[in-house]
DNA sequence: AAACCTGTGTAACCCTTGTTACTGTAAAAC
DNA sequence: GTTTTACAGTAACAAGGGTTACACAGGTTT
């Protein structure tokens, strides 16, 4: 673990956070599509990303789902973290959108190491930054752009984070991630081939523009 | 200003830093309507919220709005702070919703503070945690709502912030705010009127269910 | 091979929201 | 008092997106 630990956040922490967090940490896989954090679940860990992709989902009170934004290496999960420091339950659902490689840390350590490393409390205040950047740009996304430009915005998001011009998804799913329904999704997916901007196939979508 | 000081945030910081905050901290008056900060405008002060209310708006390259939520006393605005940590230009613009009195702390003491008071430090994370929050909420009202249910939303929380039923406010402000258009403000606040839960006078709107 | 299931294409229709245009009216400016 | 200006009401129409319904195509199961 050592080692994937230093080669993601070797640049940011100091060598003796390093240690601390090999030794309490856990190493833990998670497959594509599996399940991490339910929304209402307590919070007892907190993750760190080593290696993969993970999406953070909303619901609503309907059962309405909505894709907040994608987690990558190096990222921990502000949305936990704030649960963490507050003590308080879950707000999103968090999936493994590849296969996913995290070091989850006793939230015990938390308040220790944002009192005893400068490099920590940095990494936290990024960590929102970050998040609450990402936040306004959900925000403007479902503000401003209207289905079609939020489409291929999530195609090409969703290639990125995957890192393949190819990407395997049903309309149905893309049509949960966007809060939209199937049909929508079939129409708009048709429109943006016939403009060649991607490629159907059954089950997978080729975006040819990045 | 230590008074208010107290009253405001004595609950939360500890003497020293109160004695501190007093010292660099600059007391300012900002009438309602004023604007305080602008987008792309660079970060020097950060606000401590002692009286009054401020409305926080993002706005799009095209020019459209959208009102993301109001601050209160005690709050502070972490949009902000994360500018101030991370040296970054505003991504938002802030107004006085009601007269307001705030007092703008240095950025150089933040880092300071993070290191020497754990109240700070706490009350740092706290206000992230409630921003998200806020966020979150945002993202619920704009992607799950339909614009009546926001539009009476948005009344009651104007209503609340402002400390009366009565808010002064014209349909074409509430369609800048809600980034939609005066006449679509128009036709639901009548149907609202005939659904008793408002009353409509020119330049104002009672409502009658907080 | 037949039956079945899942994913996709498409038409027809409806509701919500956005747009344009015009009217009236209160308040402010002259 | 008359003229302007800002605000509000409303109709008519357009567009985006949600809904229902049905057809069909690949795979999978039996």
């Excluded at 070797?10 to 998670?30: A, C, H, R, T």
Aim: glycine share 4%.
């Amino acid at each position: 673990m050592l080692q994937e630990l230093k080669e993601a956040y070797g640049f940011i922490f100091e060598d003796e956070l390093i240690e601390e967090i090999n030794s309490v940490g856990k190493l833990q896989f998670i497959g594509a599509g599996e399940k991490i954090i339910e929304i209402g679940d307590y919070v007892k860990m907190m993750p760190l990303l080593i290696e993969g992709a993970i999406k953070i989902m909303r619901e609503d009170k309907d059962g309405d789902e909505l894709l907040l934004y994608f987690l990558e290496r190096g990222d921990t999960c502000a949305m936990t973290l704030s649960c963490c420091l507050g003590q308080t339950k879950s707000e999103i659902r968090a999936i493994a959108e590849r296969d996913t490689k995290l070091i989850m840390l006793p939230i015990e350590k938390m308040e220790e190491w944002t009192t005893k490393y400068k490099s920590w409390r940095d990494f936290v205040f990024e960590s929102y930054h970050v998040r609450l950047s990402e936040m306004l740009d959900t925000i403007d996304t479902i503000a401003f752009m209207n289905m079609d430009q939020r489409l291929m915005k999530y195609l090409q998001d969703k290639a990125k984070i995957n890192q393949s011009e190819v990407i395997a998804v049903t309309h149905q799913q893309i049509a949960y991630d966007l809060h939209t329904s199937r049909v929508v999704i079939s129409r708009l997916l048709k429109k943006l081939e016939l403009d060649g901007k991607i490629k159907l196939q059954r089950n997978s979508i080729e975006v040819m523009e990045l």
